[in-house]
């Protein structure tokens, strides 16, 4: 008599009571292991419910609409004589063949670019394999980047933005940091995005394997699995999506109190000081965070200017609403010594004969490509200082390998990788495709955000390009004034003559998301004009783009006058 499973719903993250939308079975089916039994839907995705084993369905015990959560039992189903065994292992061929293949395209690394351009490819009908070497898919960005960083800097702007609620007559008292509470809201956070991913790629039927890839030809890599052993894997293409890994500076100890943006992303406790050593998006971010939460904190950049390459006059705004955060905000300066000690982190600075002791310290100088950890020379692919070159589509010095993301230049951002993993994909499967983007946008998540695309005003004087340049002051916006955010700035950057826009900057809260606008004109080759007579929602923070391009125009009435046009 066959043994009766009763299959019950796996771990659903944070989601609990999701309703069933979809049951595409029926009670007497000869179902397959992996096969779908039933589709629930969450407030994020759709996510399938498999069978664990092969056999006969007996019983299904929820119908549509009904909901459940992990653990609910859902069906009852009689397994074949060899649903208990395990899957069979790959076949690796004994010799490199281009023509037995284990998949159409591997893809190196499941990070932003690594999991769309594993994505892009099953849906394109290519058999798929992605390596990834961490527990989980996401990659640095999702894991410890990116989405911690923001669920964290979530909690530091509503933690401000309620203290500076008093001056409009309403306070509240000290906050109380539960940090572990905080740990588990970012642990949810990363894990309902990470099963997410889990799930598209069994929806996808990608097959992900757990290790550390590095080339052993022009047509296989060996992997080091985390289970312990090796599997050699063999593709016809290759998409490689290994990312980069942050700098470590060599004065700096071995010491638990050292971190780079992954280490002060666990929050391993709230420094009364804390030195943050680089003045970029990833140090000003980690800033945020830990000054909202408590600690002064200096920051040491080597560079003359703080986010270098960003114009002067948005930082001259992030400056004078962060002076607060700041016990010390040096440029051009430069750690020369660190030593541990019982008290903490003894820094030194080059010119300083007195060193100054900190319970954290946050090495955030950077981050270098991955690209010669790979073995890639075994491939005849050409590495050059741990980047790749590729072309425009992608495609390193063997056409069938491609690299993506920050493996291949800056800027190093998840956005552009995910566009060029897309490319990479089509391009693997046949299709013809190219990464042509115009402009990558740039976001600063710090309070306020800065966000920038296409050319600068600074990029433009050094080049000796010549722009008009129109600026629309939040101190004009209704919303912003009632939003207590009259210091942001919208500006536009317009190529004289034609009047198109090349470029665009905006400081203020939800900049990064004001930014789109500006990124799709410059694409579509918009001008003052397009942008300016496009009706904007009023009272609106995005109506300040449509209104920087009436200044350009000479038309804004909602700044002094100017001369008739």
Same mark, same amino acid.
């Given at each position: 008599?066959?043994?009766?499973?009763?299959?019950?719903?796996?771990?659903?993250?944070?989601?609990?009571?999701?309703?069933?939308?979809?049951?595409?079975?029926?009670?007497?089916?000869?179902?397959?292991?992996?096969?779908?039994?039933?589709?629930?839907?969450?407030?994020?995705?759709?996510?399938?419910?498999?069978?664990?084993?092969?056999?006969?369905?007996?019983?299904?015990?929820?119908?549509?609409?009904?909901?459940?959560?992990?653990?609910?039992?859902?069906?009852?189903?009689?397994?074949?004589?060899?649903?208990?065994?395990?899957?069979?292992?790959?076949?690796?061929?004994?010799?490199?063949?281009?023509?037995?293949?284990?998949?159409?395209?591997?893809?190196?690394?499941?990070?932003?670019?690594?999991?769309?351009?594993?994505?892009?490819?099953?849906?394109?009908?290519?058999?798929?394999?992605?390596?990834?070497?961490?527990?989980?898919?996401?990659?640095?960005?999702?894991?410890?980047?990116?989405?911690?960083?923001?669920?964290?800097?979530?909690?530091?702007?509503?933690?401000?933005?309620?203290?500076?609620?008093?001056?409009?007559?309403?306070?509240?008292?000290?906050?109380?940091?539960?940090?572990?509470?905080?740990?588990?809201?970012?642990?949810?956070?990363?894990?309902?995005?990470?099963?997410?991913?889990?799930?598209?790629?069994?929806? &996808?039927?990608?097959? !992900? =394997?757990? @290790?550390?890839?590095?080339?052993?030809?022009?047509?296989? +890599?060996?992997? %080091? *699995?985390? /289970?312990?052993?090796?599997?050699?894997?063999?593709?016809?293409?290759?998409?490689?999506?290994?990312?980069?890994?942050?700098?470590?500076?060599?004065?700096?100890?071995?010491?638990?109190?050292?971190?780079?943006?992954?280490?002060?992303?666990?929050?391993?406790?709230?420094? &009364?000081?804390?030195? !943050? =050593?680089? @003045?970029?998006?990833?140090?000003?971010?980690?800033?945020? +965070?830990?000054? %909202? *939460?408590? /600690?002064?904190?200096?920051?040491?950049?080597?560079?003359?200017?703080?986010?270098?390459?960003?114009?002067?006059?948005?930082?001259?705004?992030?400056?004078?609403?962060?002076?607060?955060?700041?016990?010390?905000?040096?440029?051009?300066?430069?750690?020369?010594?660190?030593?541990?000690?019982?008290?903490? =982190?003894?820094?030194?600075?080059?010119?300083?004969?007195?060193?100054?002791?900190?319970?954290?310290?946050?090495?955030?100088?950077?981050?270098?490509?991955?690209?010669?950890?790979?073995?890639?020379?075994?491939?005849?692919?050409?590495?050059?200082?741990?980047?790749?070159?590729?072309?425009?589509?992608?495609?390193?010095?063997?056409?069938?390998?491609?690299?993506?993301?920050?493996?291949?230049?800056?800027?190093?951002?998840?956005?552009?990788?995910?566009?060029?993993?897309?490319?990479?994909?089509?391009?693997?499967?046949?299709?013809?495709?190219?990464?042509?983007?115009?402009?990558?946008?740039?976001?600063?998540?710090?309070?306020?955000?800065?966000?920038?695309?296409?050319?600068?005003?600074?990029?433009?004087?050094?080049?000796?390009?010549?722009?008009?340049?129109?600026?629309?002051?939040?101190?004009?916006?209704?919303?912003?004034?009632?939003?207590?955010?009259?210091?942001?700035?919208?500006?536009?950057?317009?190529?004289?003559?034609?009047?198109?826009?090349?470029?665009?900057?905006?400081?203020?809260?939800?900049?990064?998301?004001?930014?789109?606008?500006?990124?799709?004109?410059?694409?579509?080759?918009?001008?003052?004009?397009?942008?300016?007579?496009?009706?904007?929602?009023?009272?609106?923070?995005?109506?300040?783009?449509?209104?920087?391009?009436?200044?350009?125009?000479?038309?804004?009435?909602?700044?002094?006058?100017?001369?008739?046009?």
């Amino acid at each position: 008599m066959p043994e009766i499973h009763e299959i019950r719903v796996p771990d659903l993250g944070d989601y609990a009571d999701v309703p069933v939308i979809e049951i595409p079975v029926k009670p007497g089916e000869t179902i397959a292991r992996d096969q779908t039994l039933l589709i629930v839907e969450s407030d994020k995705a759709t996510l399938d419910i498999p069978s664990p084993v092969t056999g006969r369905l007996v019983e299904m015990l929820v119908g549509l609409g009904d909901t459940v959560s992990a653990g609910t039992l859902v069906a009852r189903l009689a397994a074949s004589a060899d649903a208990a065994q395990p899957a069979p292992a790959p076949v690796v061929p004994a010799h490199i063949e281009h023509t037995d293949a284990d998949c159409d395209v591997l893809v190196i690394g499941g990070g932003p670019g690594g999991y769309s351009a594993a994505f892009r490819a099953a849906d394109l009908g290519q058999r798929v394999i992605l390596v990834e070497r961490d527990a989980t898919l996401g990659g640095v960005c999702l894991n410890v980047g990116c989405i911690p960083s923001k669920a964290l800097l979530h909690v530091a702007s509503v933690t401000e933005e309620a203290q500076r609620l008093a001056a409009h007559g309403i306070s509240f008292g000290a906050p109380a940091i539960d940090l572990d509470k905080l740990r588990r809201f970012k642990a949810g956070t990363v894990r309902r995005l990470t099963d997410g991913l889990t799930q598209m790629a069994r929806q &996808r039927k990608v097959t !992900v =394997i757990r @290790g550390t890839a590095r080339f052993s030809g022009a047509n296989a +890599v060996t992997v %080091a *699995l985390h /289970a312990g052993g090796e599997q050699g894997v063999n593709f016809r293409s290759a998409i490689v999506a290994a990312g980069s890994s942050p700098v470590a500076l060599p004065m700096l100890p071995e010491d638990p109190r050292i971190v780079n943006s992954t280490g002060a992303l666990e929050l391993p406790s709230v420094p &009364r000081r804390l030195l !943050v =050593i680089g @003045g970029g998006i990833i140090g000003l971010e980690m800033a945020t +965070v830990y000054s %909202a *939460l408590g /600690a002064r904190v200096d920051v040491v950049e080597r560079l003359p200017n703080l986010l270098e390459g960003v114009d002067r006059d948005l930082v001259a705004i992030w400056t004078k609403r962060n002076a607060h955060r700041f016990d010390r905000l040096l440029t051009g300066a430069e750690v020369v010594s660190a030593t541990a000690g019982a008290e903490g =982190i003894a820094v030194t600075l080059a010119g300083e004969t007195q060193a100054t002791t900190y319970d954290l310290v946050l090495q955030a100088a950077g981050r270098r490509p991955n690209g010669a950890a790979l073995g890639l020379e075994a491939a005849g692919v050409t590495v050059e200082g741990g980047f790749v070159p590729v072309d425009a589509q992608m495609r390193t010095t063997m056409p069938h390998i491609l690299a993506i993301g920050d493996l291949v230049g800056q800027p190093m951002l998840a956005h552009k990788a995910v566009h060029q993993g897309h490319v990479a994909a089509e391009v693997a499967a046949g299709h013809r495709a190219g990464f042509d983007a115009a402009v990558i946008p740039s976001v600063a998540y710090t309070d306020p955000e800065i966000a920038w695309a296409g050319l600068t005003e600074t990029a433009a004087k050094a080049a000796g390009r010549a722009v008009e340049v129109a600026r629309f002051p939040w101190a004009a916006s209704g919303r912003a004034i009632a939003n207590g955010a009259d210091y942001g700035l919208t500006k536009l950057l317009f190529e004289p003559g034609t009047k198109r826009v090349v470029g665009g900057a905006i400081v203020g809260p939800s900049a990064g998301d004001l930014i789109g606008e500006v990124v799709l004109a410059i694409e579509m080759g918009a001008d003052a004009v397009d942008i300016g007579r496009t009706i904007h929602p009023h009272p609106t923070l995005g109506e300040t783009v449509g209104l920087a391009a009436e200044a350009a125009l000479g038309l804004c009435t909602d700044l002094p006058p100017v001369a008739h046009r």
